[in-house]
């Protein structure tokens, strides 16, 4: 298989992902080292990408490395208490000076256009301003912190009309009070502050770290915030992935849809896991009262009650409470405020290293919230764990939606054998197969 195809079949791929982000906003914070090297042009190729394909994107950017080694430079003292910088007026000229020089190089970057650059004919109008209010840090434990800021609010409202006008917004680390002044700010704090104001779908967060592990250095895939802030780490060896984790939870926890935590160095990060389904990093979703899990024995009447009406016109066929049990945990459940609204099952074919999804159903209620397509991602997901290279599904009355989410017809030589010598002529169920491995036939 050449490289060209494997490309072209990554794209073909991607086409569901570049739907769902067109016209989503979309909030990325990039750190300071991300300006060294040329990891700076690669972002902004895929930043200008994600403009062109309708996403709408506010980077937000931070200059940590360069002020560290500007105040180095300069011998101006800016003492380090608890995290945070105490930053005098002569410090805040360097800082100014470093946050105004990145923003060049941002606007510069978004402005080639040259025939031999990915840039080319794109004509990408980057824009700033002050779009977020500050006010001191003030007195902390008897310590003036001067023109060190903490974010007051987010101009939300311009950063909307920038973005309804075409435009791509950069917000650097920096924010003004009222009374005229000009604040040193966490870009982090920015990041989150700008997400959840703008109810930002996703925010990412770009750093050195790829994300969270466990304690096996597994990278942990996807968690909520009070998973995410559980896992152990030393946070004094890792503050940027310290700030970039708490961020995140704050920001699930304030509305924005998910967050994801990337590492810079890796040039195929954003759109790995933008446009991609299992991602590259770590993806924290918002807690909700509404909750994907692995269905428990307390879940089974629930199911029963959700199924019956499916069962009684000949869509599902009868699975009794005592079978329900014995297979629960090949099931998936949806529960919203303690009441179960959907599942789906995944019956496992080792030996063939195929998975049958199977009892996929969603409440009359709740069927316009793409909650089947959910529990699909999800029997996917765990069918790949398991190296499975199909998942194949039976269904008198739903063809069309499996088709429609990339299921080909089937046939019974398609099945597990266990599986096909016990298919019910009688219902005539049609055989829908997807694959799950690249060049696999079924």
């Known amino acids: 298989m050449t490289s060209g195809f494997r490309f072209a079949e990554w794209f073909r791929g991607s086409a569901p992902y570049i739907d769902r982000h067109r016209h989503r906003t979309l909030v990325v914070l990039i750190e300071g080292g991300v300006f060294e090297g040329d990891h700076l042009d690669t972002l902004v190729q895929d930043f200008a990408l994600l403009h062109t394909l309708g996403v709408r994107v506010v980077v937000v950017f931070g200059v940590r490395e360069q002020i560290e080694c500007a105040l180095r430079s300069a011998s101006i003292e800016a003492p380090l208490i608890e995290q945070r910088r105490v930053i005098s007026g002569q410090a805040m000229k360097v800082i100014e000076s470093e946050a105004n020089r990145a923003r060049l190089a941002l606007e510069s970057r978004f402005s080639v256009g040259l025939p031999?650059?990915?840039?080319?004919?794109?004509?990408?109008?980057?824009?700033?301003?002050?779009?977020?209010?500050a006010r001191p840090l003030g007195v902390r434990h008897g310590v003036d912190y001067l023109q060190t800021g903490e974010v007051r609010s987010v101009r939300s409202e311009a950063v909307q009309q920038l973005l309804d006008a075409g435009m791509l917004v950069l917000i650097p680390p920096l924010g003004h009070s009222s009374t005229g002044e000009v604040f040193d700010l966490e870009a982090t704090d920015i990041a989150r502050s700008v997400a959840v104001a703008l109810k930002a779908d996703k925010l990412v967060l770009l750093g050195d770290a790829k994300g969270l592990s466990d304690g096996n250095g597994e990278l942990?895939?996807?968690?909520?915030?009070?998973?995410a802030q559980r896992v152990a780490f030393d946070r004094a060896a890792n503050p940027e992935l310290a700030r970039h984790l708490d961020a995140a939870c704050a920001a699930a926890r304030g509305g924005v849809g998910r967050a994801h935590l990337l590492s810079w160095h890796d040039s195929n990060a954003l759109l790995g896991e933008l446009f991609t389904r299992d991602g590259i990093g770590t993806m924290i979703t918002q807690e909700s009262y509404e909750q994907l899990r692995v269905a428990e024995r307390g879940d089974v009447g629930g199911m029963l009650e959700l199924m019956k009406p499916l069962e009684e016109k000949g869509v599902l066929i009868h699975r009794s409470r005592e079978r329900l049990e014995s297979q629960i945990e090949d099931y998936r459940v949806i529960v919203r405020d303690g009441m179960t609204i959907a599942c789906a099952a995944l019956h496992r074919f080792d030996t063939a290293k195929m998975g049958e999804l199977a009892s996929l159903v969603v409440h009359p209620d709740y069927r316009n919230g793409e909650r089947g397509e959910l529990l699909l991602e999800e029997i996917e997901h765990e069918a790949r764990l398991r190296g499975y290279r199909a998942l194949f599904a039976l269904t008198t009355h739903t063809s069309h939606w499996f088709l429609e989410h990339g299921f080909t017809p089937g046939s019974l030589n398609d099945l597990p054998k266990e599986r096909g010598d016990g298919y019910n002529h009688a219902r005539n169920s049609k055989i829908l197969v997807k694959l799950l491995q690249a060049g696999d036939a079924p």
Do not use: T
């Open 116 to 133: 031999n650059s990915p840039m080319h004919g794109l004509d990408i109008h980057a824009v700033s301003g002050n779009l977020v209010m």
């Open 220 to 227: 942990l895939r996807q968690l909520g915030p009070h998973e």
